[in-house]
């Protein structure tokens, strides 16, 4: 009866877009506070339910929160999807903690 990180997800608000090939899902993008970042894309299914449990944790954390997550043809953080796909994720999850301490209190 447990839910997938998927329906985790939803649950918290956070809206999940994917772009599909075929069947397969070959990206799914996150924007956090402004960010364009790369979740996973063309990744097996369980890189990316780590990906989905990774984006729930941050979300209940000190990281203000993911408004939505999408997929945008598009350059994201930097990168692209023929900048090595693997690189992209590991630089997310280790970004992660800065985001958590970047502050919005000048506006």
Excluded: W
Aim: glycine share 8%; charged share 20%.
């Amino acid at each position: 009866m447990n839910a997938s990180p998927y329906e985790v997800a939803r649950s918290l608000g956070i809206k999940i877009d994917y772009c599909l090939l075929g069947k397969k899902i070959v990206g799914v993008y996150a924007d956090l506070n402004g960010y364009q970042i790369i979740l996973n894309s063309m990744m097996d299914n369980d890189r990316q339910e780590d990906t989905v449990h990774a984006l729930i944790q941050h979300h209940n954390s000190e990281l203000r929160g993911v408004e939505r997550v999408v997929y945008k043809d598009k350059m994201a953080f930097g990168f692209n999807l023929l900048n090595g796909v693997d690189q992209i994720h590991k630089t997310f999850l280790n970004v992660l903690p800065m985001f958590a301490m970047v502050k919005h209190d000048n506006g």
